[in-house]
């Protein structure tokens, strides 16, 4: 007999029981946040973060139309201050999660969350939020996109990894600001220094480009990233590290998504056939502009 055929009680009941779950499980969760952290900006609730999250899809969506009559905003100074202010923050948040660890005498192959108020664990959580903040920062990314017209760099990839990155972490903060959470937020923090220095040096225009030959080794240190976090959140799930074992293996899949999609950017941008010396080829008829050397990689 199914859920339709039974007793008008009997569905309440049920109906009931799953609301009483769904309610303990959310109280139950809210009851083991990091204590340390409920006080600091943005994490007494999800709703700030959800909410610029939402206004940066939707300047997505609508800066292109705001823009499309107008001319494009010559931001020179402003990428180069931009770039090199986050330059100066990766590798703040490198310094303090290389030193707060290392003081903590963290394992690099399995480190549980300490939520006590020890003043390198402490620092360990501040760096963390620091870098989740860094995230929000680089919704400017696409917003100087937007406005200098660089829309074919506003790709699928580029809002995926800006949106789920500054949203996902608010999680990590939450619960987690500390223990293994610390190896991704360093990697990252120390790739990010290198390739913001790339992006400042961009921002001076094209004379600099035969200085930036590098730039598809940037691509590549960015999968070998990917790579590294998924061995490292494996063996963390091997040595059956007390740690969120649902975050591990969210880590894993987000990991992989990321491989799939810098792989995809890496075939097309430096694997397909060279273009002609005119900048143009032809594709099915059409004629498709190539990338400049000094456009931005999918940060």
Known sequence: MGLLDSEPGSVLNVVSTALNDTVEFYRWTWSITDKRVENWPLMQSP???????TLYLLFV????????DREPFQMRL??????????LLNLFIFRELFMGSYNAGYSYICQSVDYSDNVNEVRIAAALW???VSKGVEYLDTVFFILRKKNNQVSFLHVYHHCTMFTLWWIGI???AGGQAFFGAQLNSFIHVIMYSYYGL?????????????KRYLTMLQLVQFHVTIGHTALSLYTDCPFPKWMHWALIAY????IFLFLNFYVRTYKEPKKAKTGKTAVNECSMTVHQPWTKLPA
Do not use: D, H, R
């Not at 402003?78 to 330059?87: A, E, H, K, P, Q």
């Open 255 to 258: 990991a992989i998504s990321f």
């Open 174 to 176: 939450k619960w987690v």
């Open 61 to 68: 969506w609508l800066g292109p139309k705001w823009m499309k």
């Open 78 to 87: 402003v990428l180069i201050i931009y770039n090199f202010g986050m330059v």
């Open 130 to 132: 620091w870098y989740f």
């Open 202 to 214: 961009t921002a001076f225009g094209p004379w600099i480009q035969k200085y930036l030959w590098w």
């Open 47 to 53: 709703l700030p973060t959800l909410c610029i999250s």
